[in-house]
């Protein structure tokens, strides 16, 4: 399997989504078609089901009790998967949506089935403990660290320190919750 | 200059930053290359221009004293200029940028000499006047609008609406700046 997802991602790269083909995956993979077929419909399931699998699971820390600190792992985790070549695949599946749209969705249905949403998953689970107001946790919320890590990305051509990374969440996430840290220290 | 301008532009998205050339932008204007020569050394210095003279100035309203308005204001005027030739020409600029890394830096100071920057303007607007505490205005904070536009944007495919824009402003960008707004209505 495992080769099977490094095969569609590396052909991702060298071809293009729109020439992607069961005949190039099997071929780099050194696997007969049919191998494929036993399995998936289509490339673009392949394409799929390789991000699936990368799509890393964050382990918000309940018995630590430390939002900041899981807040800021959560962005950690976001760059390690941006770095993975699945990060690149997604970005060519957003790039091409209008060539592509059921399959945008489908990505879509992939990140929420997983359920592993970085920040998300983290202020979530802190508003089930109460420790946080569930009506703050809006969507718009959800994606203020995402937000702020991929414009910096854009700007600046690399990856935030992880200074930075505390400074979104000290200045950004945990003020758009209704927590204010005092005295952060940088 | 208009024309000029434009050329540039149309010539950039049929030939890329690479291939860009004065004989191109001249062919395209209709003009002598002479004349182009007579103002810039090089298509780059063409096209930066085109962009400074494209990028919009953000009046905030002094008299009206509104913080919330002048802020959903500023995002949508983000939006217009997202939509003008330009984007795509400062997106082509970034994605090349380990290319053309002067040109980078040099697109860098033309946003920071026009002092036009958005959600930025307002908050040191407001910051002068004693509205909000400037030790809050941190160029993260800074950024947080525009972040989650862009990520809507590349996220759904399209421009996010005037409620999503009032949504950001409240429950993202004026919480970081320590105002909560209460019984916003949506």
């Known amino acids: 399997m495992a080769a099977l997802h490094d095969a569609v991602l590396a052909e991702l790269d060298e071809v293009g989504l729109g020439r992607?083909?069961?005949?190039?995956?099997?071929?780099?993979?050194?696997?007969?078609?049919?191998?494929?077929?036993?399995?998936?419909?289509?490339?673009?399931?392949?394409?799929?089901?390789?991000?699936?699998?990368?799509?890393?699971?964050?382990?918000?820390?309940?018995?630590?009790?430390?939002?900041?600190?899981?807040?800021?792992?959560?962005?950690?985790?976001?760059?390690?998967?941006?770095?993975?070549?699945?990060?690149?695949?997604?970005?060519?599946?957003?790039l091409e949506r209008h060539r592509h749209p059921g399959l945008v969705e489908r990505l879509q249905g992939v990140f929420d089935r997983s359920g592993r949403r970085f920040t998300a998953t983290v202020l979530q689970h802190y508003a089930r403990l109460g420790h946080v107001d569930p009506a703050l946790v809006t969507p718009v919320v959800e994606e203020i660290g995402e937000a702020l890590v991929f414009k910096h990305i854009v700007d600046a051509g690399e990856e935030p320190t992880r200074q930075r990374l505390a400074e979104i969440v000290d200045q950004a996430i945990l003020p758009a919750v209704g927590i204010r840290p005092v005295g952060a220290d940088y």
């Open 20 to 94: 992607l083909t069961m005949e190039g995956i099997a071929r780099r993979a050194g696997t007969p078609k049919t191998t494929l077929y036993r399995r998936w419909a289509a490339p673009e399931e392949v394409l799929l089901d390789a991000i699936a699998a990368a799509y890393p699971v964050e382990e918000p820390s309940p018995a630590a009790d430390d939002l900041r600190g899981d807040l800021i792992a959560a962005l950690e985790l976001l760059l390690e998967w941006s770095r993975h070549p699945t990060a690149r695949a997604v970005q060519a599946i957003m």
